[in-house]
C-alpha cells in the first residue's frame, strides 16, 4: 500500500512539473508576443507623428495660398473675408417635431385615492 502511494504521489509531481514546464514556456512566449507588441505601437507612433508633422507642413498658409493662386482659373477659390463668417446667434437650428400624444396619463388623482 505504502509503494502505491509513493507511485501515485511521484507521478503527481511529474505532472505537475510537466504542468509548471509548459506555463512557463507559454508565458515567456506571450510576454515575448507583448514586447513585440509594444515595439510596433512605438513604431507605429513615431510613423503617426511623422505624419502630423507632414500634414503640417503641407497645409502651411502660405503654400495653401500659392496654390490657390497658381489654381485660381481651374478651381475659382477666393480668399477668405471676415464679413464671410457669422456668430453662433446666426445660427438656425431645426425646430423639433414632437411627436402627438397618442396615450395621455392621467396625473392627477382621483377622489377616492386621495381620501
Request: negative net charge.
Amino acid at each position: 500500500m505504502r509503494g502505491l502511494i509513493v507511485v501515485f504521489t511521484a507521478a503527481a509531481v511529474m505532472a505537475l512539473a510537466f504542468w509548471a514546464y509548459r506555463e512557463n514556456y507559454r508565458t515567456q512566449a506571450e510576454l515575448a508576443e507583448v514586447r513585440q507588441l509594444q515595439r510596433e505601437i512605438g513604431q507605429l507612433r513615431e510613423s503617426l507623428g511623422v505624419l502630423r508633422a507632414e500634414w503640417a507642413y503641407l497645409n502651411r498658409p502660405d503654400r495653401l495660398r500659392e496654390l490657390a493662386d497658381i489654381n485660381f482659373e481651374r478651381l475659382g477659390l477666393l480668399p477668405l473675408e471676415p464679413r464671410q463668417f457669422g456668430g453662433v446667434s446666426e445660427v438656425r437650428y431645426p425646430a423639433v417635431a414632437l411627436p402627438p400624444i397618442t396615450d395621455p396619463v392621467e396625473t392627477v388623482a382621483t377622489g377616492e385615492a386621495s381620501e
